[in-house]
């Protein structure tokens, strides 16, 4: 590559590292692996860039290699994800703003990563049906049925409890859907 | 939760303070470099098969696209306006008028015998992308579009490469007439326009932060020049000697503007780069992803298929490629010869057995002619 084509990836990456990064951990729930899932991803960009700052919108060619380079990576990890789900740290001295935080991310984190990356993509990047289709490489009709599924998984993780008692993980199935039960409620995301 | 709940969710997990940065920029760059390096190479078959896979891709994004009650749209018949195909050593079309402070640095990434790209300035000033497509390479004329849109259904517009290889997207709305030609928005504010009859353009436009106008747009198409030239004028460091009377240079990435003209220097890590080859056998060439380029490179060697050769006191690393499924094939690489570092494969013929050269130390010691660094020395004419 040449000079100024280093020079000029070089800028883009500065330029969008902490949009990179912030839809990395959206993927991820977990900065580490965001940061490790952005180094794949632009090192990929790196080897593709005289097409990516070609196109229309370098932006949206970023955002289509790291969301394959995260499913295709989940697709290799799939027990460790489950296990980094269900191990969240407890945290009973937390504020209230940090543990609301922590129960929704444990939401998203408890889905499965196509329905993660399909509502990351819908409702973080503010893609249509037709353009997340097309970053995940599938139909329109799967990305609304993964949109729905993982709506409703999501409301059932952070949905009140009737009565306000807590309820047990193993009543859920879902350590996180549990503790989002406690501290989550319809005044944190206007869930009626 | 509804979708304005999962909205507010996105952003409260994305509110989160985020830890330092362990991202290493330099080290993507180190290793993107590594990896293209090793595409080109470990790639090098993979076109015969992209081709296939890129075509059934293409066919079903059609599908896609083209379901829902959407009417199947007959080809357009080829135009007698517009040359088809296209010469890839002389470029069809040239930006006109651009922005002021825009870069005139014009490059194009690929030049095939179906499409001509190029490209301008940068994404901090403003990038300007052309692509044009020989005459009767896409479906539609603009009559048949416009009709589909006064009906709300947006057309798929479809422009074919060579061996099957498509470009395919949905045109959105009518645009202000180009040069008194049709016009469409797609893609947000890409704009494609049928500037001969059965002949379209595109230009996509990209630029960080302020985003550029659509009269920006539209007057930096409404400027393109069609027919620029006839004549070759895309400049090579080589010369292929004794190919038989019928082949021709059937892609050309990439070449770049200079104050001596346009030289085809650069070399493209994905892929065609310049294919020697029948006009009618594959865009790769049967010689292809020459690579020739002033000053020193790097070779790969692939331990049990690379072997060093001597070639009147010119080291060359030859490679055996498998095919992966494909008929095998082989590369030459040189590290600098000639002030020029050397880099090619041949592949068989399709249809005929065994190289047509002897394998690519025929193709080096029998018609390969270098023309050294100067480029005041090269040629118009790859094909001597």
């Known amino acids: 590559m040449s000079a100024r084509r280093d020079e000029d990836f070089t800028g883009y990456v500065q330029a969008r590292l902490a949009w990179l990064r912030r839809v990395a951990y959206l993927l991820c729930q977990d900065w ?11 090192t990929s960009l790196y080897v593709h860039w005289r097409r990516a700052s070609a196109m229309e919108s370098t932006d949206g060619y970023a955002r289509t290699i790291l969301v394959r380079a995260f499913l295709s990576e989940r697709r290799g990890g799939w027990a460790r994800r489950v296990t980094l789900a269900g191990q969240l740290p407890d945290a009973p001295s937390v504020g209230p703003d940090l543990g609301d935080a922590l129960d929704v991310r444990a939401a998203l984190a408890g889905l499965p990563p196509r329905q993660r990356a399909t509502l990351v993509l819908r409702f973080y990047c503010d893609l249509n049906v037709d353009q997340a289709a097309r970053v995940l490489g599938c139909s329109a009709g799967t990305v609304k049925s993964q949109t ?11 949905e009140p409890v009737s009565g306000g008692g807590p309820v047990g993980a193993e009543q859920r199935g879902n350590a996180a859907g549990a503790r989002g039960a406690i501290a989550w409620g319809a005044k ?3 869930h009626g | 939760m509804d979708e304005a709940g999962a909205r507010a969710l996105m952003e409260r997990v994305s509110a989160t303070e985020p830890p330092p940065s362990r991202v290493d920029i330099g080290l993507a760059r180190q290793r993107g470099r590594t990896l293209a390096r090793r595409r080109r190479w470990a790639l090098a078959g993979a076109p015969l098969l992209a081709t296939a896979a890129v075509a059934a891709l ?32 002389a470029p069809y079309a040239a930006f006109g008028w651009l922005p002021k402070g825009l870069p005139r640095n014009v490059n194009s990434p690929g030049s095939t015998r179906a499409e001509l790209q190029l ?37 798929l517009l479809n422009c074919a490469q060579d061996a099957g290889m498509s470009w395919s997207d949905t045109l959105s709305r009518p645009a202000p007439a180009i040069g008194g030609r049709p016009g469409f928005w797609f893609g947000g504010q890409a704009l494609a326009w049928e500037y001969a009859r059965h002949a379209w353009a595109m230009l996509y436009v990209s630029r960080w932060g302020t985003p550029v106008g659509p009269a920006t747009t539209l007057k930096v198409a409404a400027h393109v020049r069609f027919a620029a030239t006839a004549k070759p004028v895309v400049k090579f460091p080589f010369q292929l000697t004794g190919l ?6 059937t892609s050309v990435a990439a070449w770049r503007a200079t104050a001596s003209g346009l030289l085809a220097t650069t070399s493209n890590e994905l892929g065609s780069t310049n294919a020697v080859g029948r006009v009618d056998g594959p865009p790769t060439g049967t010689i292809g992803q020459i ?7 790097r070779c790969p060697f692939f331990g049990g298929s690379s072997q060093r050769v001597d070639l009147g006191g010119v080291t060359a690393i030859v490679t055996d490629f498998p095919g992966s499924g494909a008929p095998p094939y082989q590369g030459l ?7 020029l570092h050397v880099q090619f494969l041949e592949f068989p013929e399709p249809g005929h057995a065994g190289f047509a050269f002897g394998g690519v130390i025929g193709v080096f010691k029998h018609h390969l002619r270098l023309l050294g660094p100067n480029p005041a020395n090269w040629t118009t004419r790859p094909i001597g």
């Not at chain 2, 300007?128 to 009767?136: N, P, Q």
């Not at chain 2, 690579?291 to 490179?297: A, D, E, L």
């Open chain 1, 148 to 158: 729905a599924k993982a709506l409703a998984s999501l409301r059932r993780a952070l």
């Open chain 1, 32 to 42: 580490h692996q965001a940061d490790d899932l952005v180094q794949t991803a632009i």
């Open chain 1, 188 to 190: 944190e995301i206007g």
């Open chain 2, 333 to 339: 690489c040189i590290p600098e010869t000639d002030g």
């Open chain 2, 244 to 249: 038989p009377a019928s082949w021709r240079m």
């Open chain 2, 291 to 297: 690579v020739i380029t002033p000053g020193k490179g």
């Open chain 2, 119 to 155: 490209m301008v300035g940068s994404q901090a000033t403003g990038q300007f992308t052309l692509t044009v497509w020989a005459g009767g390479t896409c479906n539609l004329d603009a009559a048949q579009a416009r009709a589909y849109l006064r009906r709300h259904v947006h057309p």
């Open chain 2, 58 to 89: 293409v066919a079903g994004i059609g599908a896609i696209a083209g379901g829902g009650g959407e009417p199947q749209i007959p080809p357009a018949p080829l135009t007698r306006s517009v040359p088809h195909p296209f010469n890839p050593l």
